[in-house]
């Protein structure tokens, strides 16, 4: 039997169960959305494409894990003004960022145009969109560009934790699905750092998604604490013959 008392406990618990999945809820979701800023990128690009009736690009892992191996050469060259100061050697798409990223040499296409910026501070996507990357006429017409077919983005911090990052979108006009191909059925070599696009892994150190996954940490912590205070206690009284969360 439950008096006054009782019920009182009872909707606590409740609460703490709704409290509960609500957090791990949240945790999930947030680590879901904050997996991989790069792909959001290449939707932001697609979006902007169809609004002006141009076919949508392939998100290319092969391509986008050579942007990335490109502002990870460039990530020392980030001006006062925000551009790149950095030309990597032409050879070094073939010798060092393919390789480096398990892209197939035979498959590796046409490089149509690219695009790189930075910023002192991360900037979530469509902020880095308008703001870093597509900022002027030059860059939108390679946007728009009917020829390309393909794309991929690379984005990395230059310090732990700290800026500045780095963006890097390249476009390629090679035929969908058979130029970059990544060895191993698709999975290519796993990058330290960063992120691209492509594929579902979040970004690694060097991003600032590290503080999005200690965010979710503290939020499962107090989840797990919910928990324990939730059940423990409810089976040691139900030992001791009371019912405080029946
Ligand atoms: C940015 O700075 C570089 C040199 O640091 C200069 O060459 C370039 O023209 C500047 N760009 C703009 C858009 O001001
Ligand atoms: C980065 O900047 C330095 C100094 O301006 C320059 O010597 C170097 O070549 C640049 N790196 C690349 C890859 O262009
Ligand atoms: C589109 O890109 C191609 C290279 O792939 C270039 O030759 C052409 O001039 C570009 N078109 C426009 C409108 O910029
Ligand atoms: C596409 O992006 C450019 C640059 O940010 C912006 O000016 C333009 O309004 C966008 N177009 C659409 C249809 O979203
Ligand atoms: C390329 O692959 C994507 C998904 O991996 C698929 O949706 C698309 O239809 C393919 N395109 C071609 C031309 O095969």
């Not at 732990?160 to 990544?182: A, E, I």
């Not at 205070?229 to 139900?238: A, D, F, G, M």
């Amino acid at each position: 039997m439950l008096g006054v008392g009782g019920m009182m406990v009872k909707k606590l618990c409740c609460f703490k169960w709704v409290a509960l999945c609500s957090l791990l809820l949240a945790a999930v979701v947030s680590s879901k959305h904050h997996g991989n800023p790069a792909n959001d990128l290449v939707d932001i690009i697609n979006k902007n494409r169809t609004a002006q009736k141009l076919p949508q690009l392939n998100n290319s892992p092969g391509l986008g894990c050579i942007a990335l191996q490109y502002v990870e050469e460039c990530k020392g060259n980030c001006t006062s003004n925000n551009t790149v100061n950095c030309q990597p050697p032409e050879d070094d798409f073939t010798e060092v960022f393919a390789p480096n990223c398990g892209v197939e040499l035979p498959t590796f296409g046409t490089i149509s145009g690219y695009i790189v910026g930075c910023q002192h501070k991360y900037l979530e996507p469509s902020e880095a969109f308008s703001h870093v990357l597509v900022h002027n006429q030059k860059s939108h017409s390679l946007v728009t560009n009917r020829t390309h077919t393909e794309v991929g983005v690379g984005i990395i911090g230059s310090h732990k934790h700290k800026g500045p990052y780095f963006w890097c979108v390249l476009f390629s006009n090679s035929q969908k699905n058979t130029t970059f191909v990544l060895e191993d059925l698709g999975v290519g070599i796993k990058q330290k750092k960063g992120c691209y696009s492509g594929t579902s892994i979040p970004c690694s150190r060097g991003h600032k998604n590290t503080g999005v996954f200690f965010n979710n940490i503290w939020t499962i912590v107090f989840a797990i604490y919910l928990l324990i205070t939730t059940i423990v206690p409810q089976s040691i009284l139900k030992h001791m013959n009371t019912l405080p969360c029946s």
